[in-house]
């Protein structure tokens, strides 16, 4: 299984398929965002909190919310590597805190 695996990311020994690893780490951001609820998966965030209690929001957002961005926290030395990653990632971040700050308004 190991074998596979290296035989997809690395073409020989100093060079590896950067179109693959990529994907890997865009695959891996984008559950991050459905985790916590950026920009285009923001939506599900306002069905969710309609709980029948104040505490299961707040148990929803110390759990779930935190659990996307300690999962980006924790790849973010993997993230550097690819530039095009990192790029998504900050317009990903900007949008979401724009648009979630002019939602809080209203």
């Known amino acids: ?60 957002v110390a759990t779930i919310v935190e659990a996307g961005i300690f999962l980006v926290a924790r790849l973010l030395s993997f993230f550097i590597v690819i530039p095009y990653i990192m790029k998504l990632i900050v317009l990903i971040g900007i949008i979401t805190v724009l648009l979630e700050g002019t939602l809080a308004f209203s």
């Not at 997809?8 to 179109?19: M, V």
Request: proline letters at 3%; glycine letters at 4%; charged letters at 15%.
């Open 1 to 60: 299984m190991f074998e596979i695996f290296n035989n997809l990311i690395y073409k020989n020994d100093n060079d590896f398929y950067f179109l693959f690893v990529t994907l890997c780490a865009f695959l891996l951001f984008f559950g991050a965002i459905a985790k916590s609820a950026q920009f285009p998966l923001h939506v599900w965030l306002l069905d969710v909190m309609e709980g029948p209690t104040r505490i299961s929001a707040l148990i929803h």
